[in-house]
């Protein structure tokens, strides 16, 4: 009996260990395509090397581009990190109803009002009804481009 609990203990730490190694957030955004290149040297010039600056696109650039459910919120955070977020919100659950940013490192849902924290690209509700933080994408910076996928 007692190497059957041995073996019981050795499953269990192996099935959280795998578990574990995925950064996937779960989100009640739905998985949308998410695929957008931005040159910071002749097309966006002044979000590069700043802080508390955000770009928004409801709709792609170029026609390979992929914005997610409800668009996409770019951000430089107050550490001087790219982060990207779904703009829409995750209260709301519509692809139409957004977050848009203000100048204190949060991003406002226009309907019910929700604030989320987004200087340090966590995207953690602080006010109003919305309990789940935004869905965020990866970003990568290569040379002048910035990349933000999912």
């Given at each position: 009996?007692?190497?059957?609990?041995?073996?019981?203990?050795?499953?269990?730490?192996?099935?959280?260990?795998?578990?574990?190694?995925?950064?996937?957030?779960?989100?009640?955004?739905?998985?949308?395509?998410?695929?957008?290149?931005?040159?910071?040297?002749?097309?966006?010039?002044?979000?590069?090397?700043?802080?508390?600056?955000?770009?928004?696109?409801?709709?792609?650039?170029s026609v390979t581009d992929?914005?997610?459910?409800?668009?996409?919120?770019?951000?430089?955070?107050?550490?001087?990190?790219?982060?990207?977020?779904?703009?829409?919100?995750?209260?709301?659950?519509?692809?139409?109803?957004?977050?848009?940013?203000?100048?204190?490192?949060?991003?406002?849902?226009?309907?019910?009002?929700?604030?989320?924290d987004i200087g340090y690209?966590?995207?953690?509700?602080?006010?109003?009804?919305?309990?789940?933080a935004l869905k965020r994408?990866?970003?990568?910076?290569?040379?002048?481009?910035?990349?933000?996928?999912?």
């Amino acid at each position: 009996m007692k190497s059957l609990s041995k073996f019981h203990l050795i499953i269990l730490c192996v099935t959280l260990s795998f578990g574990s190694c995925s950064d996937h957030v779960q989100s009640s955004i739905p998985d949308f395509p998410v695929s957008l290149q931005l040159n910071l040297t002749s097309t966006y010039p002044t979000f590069r090397n700043s802080y508390n600056k955000s770009l928004t696109f409801i709709k792609g650039v170029s026609v390979t581009d992929r914005v997610g459910f409800g668009g996409i919120l770019v951000y430089t955070g107050f550490d001087g990190a790219y982060y990207a977020f779904d703009m829409a919100c995750p209260y709301e659950l519509k692809s139409t109803v957004r977050v848009y940013p203000n100048d204190i490192g949060q991003a406002v849902c226009e309907k019910c009002g929700s604030v989320f924290d987004i200087g340090y690209g966590i995207g953690n509700p602080s006010a109003g009804p919305a309990k789940e933080a935004l869905k965020r994408y990866k970003t990568s910076l290569s040379g002048d481009i910035l990349y933000i996928l999912h």
